[in-house]
């Protein structure tokens, strides 16, 4: 049985990542002692708690995202449920929470009611140290005697098992940020399976120079980078180990641009059939050197994401974001017509300032640009950006509940954001998916408005299958066929 089990709750959509991966290749001799579970939302919720409680651990540290986080605080209310009920045969563990999500919440909410301890930052060595002060004083049988005080933001010292939250909330621990070096990062923990069956994250750089309001990123403006003889080493294991499908964590990879050729080079030396590599790249630093080497990768080897999230300067401006709508266009063109990548292209509804006309617009500067896909988002408020300065000003509101999505602005109605919602939905069941390529080649003439024209269409659509994402593909194109007559 585990000491310390390390719980993520995945939705169906996102393969897991490299988190807790970090957090256990860098426990030393406590790694032993531990071990990773990774749930899948599409699974029965009594899996994860019969998994937990058969485990019996001393410490369970949950990794919170948006998109976890209702999953997670459903787990732990019935884990509590399941303690009680067990009139102290079954000893209830730590809880720590770390993550995203969790490390920006207000302390009152009620998902940290359940943690004794919460980590802020990179918490790859502070997570070491604290399981470690917590397991100090383990017998034979691992039971936990006693907890040790750290330095936390909580100043009242535990000293028994008892929840520090029941009456003070979680005990805080700020974790400093880490020079990379000094961390293992725990690509030696990616299984088989998942080396052969799912996307392997991996990154080569920490931070974003910009300051997106938006973005978790914009805390952490100081670009850092793992040591690049390392972090090939680590690429030529991983590779040799039978990984093909790499997904880049880096929010700029080609902000220096010498190092993303040398990383580009160091894999079309490698390249198989099959393999792949993805990465999210700012559309205006695409110098000559970098777009000759982007022109070798061979079809299908090369996945590009290129963030745009507004054609109008005035809400970049606005959201601290640096926006060049003709710089970006051509960037799109040239991938376009010179190169093989698959490009994925995002653009927010719903930012401070920009009315439904002017998203629309900009939408369709962006199919004329032809990336391979669009994916238009909704605003979210993330916990911990600064992206709340607006709200009085824009009258921006949202919903109270994780992914917490803009409801409505001064200039958008719930109404024309529900129907954008709607819009992204059959977009991407449509358009982006690849099932009805025909068809939209067909209904998309280059003289019209693919907004106006696609908006009608999705409208029409959810009058007839409301807001079912489960859609047989031949009662849909049966649908669209009917619309367009």
Known sequence: ????????????????????????????????????????????????????????????????????????????????????????????????????????????????????????????????????????????????????????????????????????????????????????????????????????????????????????????????????????????????RGARSFKFLDRTFNLDAGRARAIMEFFLERLVPGMFVHFEMIPGRFPIELREMLIRFPPGSLRLEVGIQTFNPTVAALVGRTSKPETELETLRFLRDHTNAIVHADLIAGLPGEDFASFGRGFDLLWSAGPNEIQPGILKRLPGTPLTRHDQTYGMSYSEEPPYEVVSTSVLSKEELDRLKNFARFWELIVNRGHFSSFVDRVFPSDQSVFDRFMVLADSLRARFGRDWGIPRDELRNAMEAAIL
């Open 1 to 240: 049985m585990p000491d310390i089990a390390l719980v993520t709750i995945n939705a169906k959509w996102i393969h897991p990542s490299l988190g807790l991966r970090l957090l256990q290749a860098n426990l030393a001799e406590l790694e032993a002692r531990s071990h990773l579970y990774e749930f899948a939302t599409r699974q029965e919720p009594s899996v994860w708690t019969e998994t937990l409680l058969a485990a019996k651990p001393c410490i369970i540290a949950f990794s919170v995202s948006i998109w976890n986080h209702t999953a997670t605080l459903s787990l732990l209310k019935t884990l509590e449920v399941r303690w009680e009920q067990s009139s102290g045969t079954a000893q209830k563990p730590i809880i720590i929470m770390g993550g995203p999500e969790a490390a920006n919440l207000p302390p009152d909410t009620e998902l940290l009611t359940h943690a004794d301890w919460l980590i802020r930052g990179e918490g790859e060595l502070a997570f070491r140290d604290l399981c470690r002060e917590l397991l100090a004083d383990a017998g034979t049988d691992t039971t936990i005697k006693t907890i040790r005080r750290l330095q936390t933001t909580n100043t009242t010292e535990p000293n028994t098992m008892e929840s520090a939250s029941a009456k003070h909330g979680p005990h805080v621990v700020e974790a400093e940020e880490l020079e990379l070096v000094a961390i293992d990062p725990g690509y030696r923990l990616y299984t088989e399976e998942d080396l052969s069956r799912k996307l392997t994250y991996v990154e080569a750089s920490r931070g974003c120079p910009f300051g997106c309001e938006f973005c978790l990123s914009s805390t952490d403006r100081r670009v850092r980078e793992f040591p690049m003889d390392r972090f090939l080493s680590n690429m030529e294991t991983l590779i040799a």
